[in-house]
């Protein structure tokens, strides 16, 4: 199971809820939702604003005998008490000369002293948002430190409001309408809005609407607090797939490296990689890879363990010929029988060093192949270049047959290539008679080049048609001396030309009569 301490499940948690998180956090701003809110509430403000202060222009009493127009208090307050009642916000009403003379708060005039104040309703609900002071606190500060959430200036009221206290009023009093927001003491927000109060254009006093911004901060609170639902939501489901997709990563990658781990320090081959190639993705081509690369292990430990078992066999036959030998010459006196034990010591030492050789090279080969770069190779001008370098040295008749028009170019590496052909004709000349002859026949078709040599030897008993491939198998003509070759000939070139995604087969040539006239040894490579 995957636990907290997992790297990749940390990686996949961090990218999926730092991604969400950002989302969340620019629908939590939702700054231009709240100018938009605040911009609407302070037009419709002004508007009551506008048909409160009309309306009190309206019932302005003249005096005839200072002939001049005023504000009456009284009808005043009780104006200003019933059309604000219906707007939900408070009225004051400053006189031309910035005296208040009417305000909504109080019950019945300046004098009054009980003031109106509207309460929260009776039940808020335990569960409501508005019950968590400190959460309230802390998320009031937050959407302060907001970019453009900066605090507007403060709202203050003394205890004796006059026209001056207010920036707004006093420019209402000179004939200018003003909206503005400022900043409560309780950190919330004040809407105001302050209207001339005219009569035949004379200023005859100015009306403040105040209204709190609760009902804002409320609205977009509600939308903050729906946002954050369907974030915890969201945040849920993306834990979840996030813990799933880590799951189906993680966890087979983690079974993969604990299996090659045990692999690596095991002794038997009863600890199996894990079989997950049946997903169609990387995973899948990584438990393959892993499952084929340990299966080429195994296969290369017991070509190393059969190599080893197999050159100990073959030294070991020499080294008891020399032994029986040297011990038997220790006891005769005879001088022609210690020359004959001589020659034989002479040969088993010749053919210990022949096979040591071969060894060397036949162990070398695989980690040269590995490691050695390909690079364009003509075989045509490799194979006439060998031909002709033979021809002396083998006796035989040599032909070679190839098209001036077939391409035999391949990459591969040119040196080996030339050590398979090299012992292929030495193979055909060792077999073939003193009157036979050599046919090399090269041809390059369908992405493919195809070499064969052929000979007039004895052929291939049927029965070894594999075997000859075989390390240290040599089948001999019985006019040749024994221990002459090492039996890693054939074997290294099959190495080499399957290393070059090749192949090397025998057969045996036969005439009309079916009967056996040669062998043939066919060389397949790709071509470059």
């Known amino acids: 199971m995957l636990g907290p301490s997992s790297p990749i499940l940390k990686r996949i948690l961090a990218i999926n809820m730092l991604a969400l998180a950002i989302?969340?956090?620019?629908?939590?701003?939702?700054?231009?939702?709240?100018?938009?809110?605040?911009?609407?509430?302070?037009?419709s403000l002004s508007v009551h604003g506008e048909m409160l202060a009309a309306a009190?222009?309206?019932?302005?009493i003249a005096d005839d005998e200072e002939k001049s127009e005023e504000l009456r208090p009284a009808i005043a307050s009780q104006m200003v008490h019933r059309l604000v009642a219906a707007t939900g916000g408070r009225a004051r009403l400053f006189a031309a000369d910035g005296v208040l003379i009417a305000d909504s708060r109080r019950a019945a005039g300046l004098s009054s002293s009980v003031v109106s104040i509207e309460l929260p309703p009776p039940d808020g609900g335990s569960a409501s948002w508005e019950n968590f002071e400190l959460a309230l606190d802390v998320y009031e500060t937050m959407m302060r430190l907001l970019p453009g959430?900066?605090?507007?200036?403060?709202?203050?009221?003394?205890?004796?409001?006059?026209?001056?206290?207010?920036?707004?009023?006093?420019l209402a009093l000179g004939g200018d309408s003003q909206s503005t927001v400022r900043r409560a003491q309780d950190g919330g927000i004040v809407l105001l809005s302050a209207e001339p109060v005219q009569r035949y254009k004379q200023v005859l006093g100015?009306?403040?609407?105040?209204?709190?911004?609760?009902?804002?901060?409320?609205?977009?609170?509600?939308?903050?607090?729906?946002?954050?639902?369907?974030?915890?939501?969201?945040?849920?489901?993306?834990?979840?797939?996030s813990l799933y997709l880590a799951g189906t990563i993680a966890q087979p990658i983690r079974k993969?490296?604990?299996?090659?781990?045990?692999?690596?320090?095991?002794?038997?081959?009863q600890h199996a990689i894990p079989d997950v190639g049946g997903r169609r993705d990387e995973i899948g081509e990584l438990s393959r890879a892993l499952k084929d690369m340990t299966e080429a292990l195994w296969t290369r430990m017991d070509a190393i363990e059969s190599f080893a078992a197999d050159v100990a066999h073959e030294i070991k036959n020499p080294l008891t010929s020399l032994r029986s030998a040297v011990e038997t010459a220790a006891r005769i006196k005879d001088s022609d029988q210690q020359r004959k034990l001589m020659d034989i010591i002479l040969d088993d030492v010749q053919r210990l060093d022949r096979l040591i050789s071969d060894i060397s090279d036949a162990s070398r080969l695989d980690a040269e192949l590995s490691r050695a770069e390909t690079a364009p190779v003509d075989l045509k001008a490799m194979l006439a270049s060998l031909i002709e370098a033979n021809r002396?040295?083998?006796?035989?008749?040599?032909?070679?047959?190839?098209?001036?028009?077939?391409?035999?170019?391949?990459?591969?590496?040119?040196?080996?290539?030339?050590?398979?052909?090299a012992n292929l004709f030495a193979n055909a000349a060792s077999f073939n008679p003193p009157d036979g002859r050599i046919h090399v026949h090269a041809s390059g078709d369908n992405g493919t080049i195809t070499v064969?040599?052929?000979?007039?030897?004895?052929?291939?008993?049927?029965?070894?048609?594999?075997?000859?491939?075989?390390?240290?198998?040599?089948?001999?003509?019985?006019?040749?001396?024994?221990?002459?070759?090492?039996?890693?000939?054939?074997?290294?070139?099959?190495?080499?030309?399957?290393a070059h995604e090749g192949s090397i087969s025998a057969e045996n040539r036969s005439d009309d009569d079916g009967k056996i006239v040669g062998a043939r040894f066919t060389v397949t490579l790709p071509k470059g």
Do not use: C
Request: charged share 25%; no cysteine.
């Open 56 to 60: 009190l222009g309206e019932s302005v």
């Open 256 to 269: 993969l490296a604990e299996a090659a781990e045990r692999v690596r320090h095991g002794h038997h081959r």
């Open 206 to 241: 100015a009306v403040l609407l105040t209204h709190s911004g609760e009902d804002i901060e409320a609205i977009l609170r509600q939308v903050r607090i729906d946002i954050l639902k369907v974030f915890a939501i969201a945040l849920a489901v993306t834990v979840a797939l």
């Open 392 to 421: 002396t040295a083998y006796a035989h008749a040599i032909d070679f047959d190839v098209d001036d028009n077939d391409d035999l170019h391949l990459d591969g590496i040119d040196s080996r290539l030339g050590q398979v052909f």
């Open 23 to 43: 989302l969340v956090a620019g629908l939590m701003y939702l700054g231009e939702y709240r100018k938009s809110l605040i911009a609407s509430e302070l037009a």
């Open 149 to 170: 959430g900066g605090s507007p200036p403060p709202y203050w009221e003394p205890e004796k409001q006059k026209a001056v206290h207010f920036q707004e009023v006093m």
């Open 452 to 498: 064969s040599i052929d000979d007039d030897g004895p052929g291939i008993p049927e029965a070894k048609r594999q075997t000859i491939f075989e390390r240290f198998y040599t089948e001999r003509p019985e006019s040749e001396k024994f221990g002459l070759h090492s039996g890693l000939g054939l074997s290294i070139s099959k190495q080499i030309i399957e």
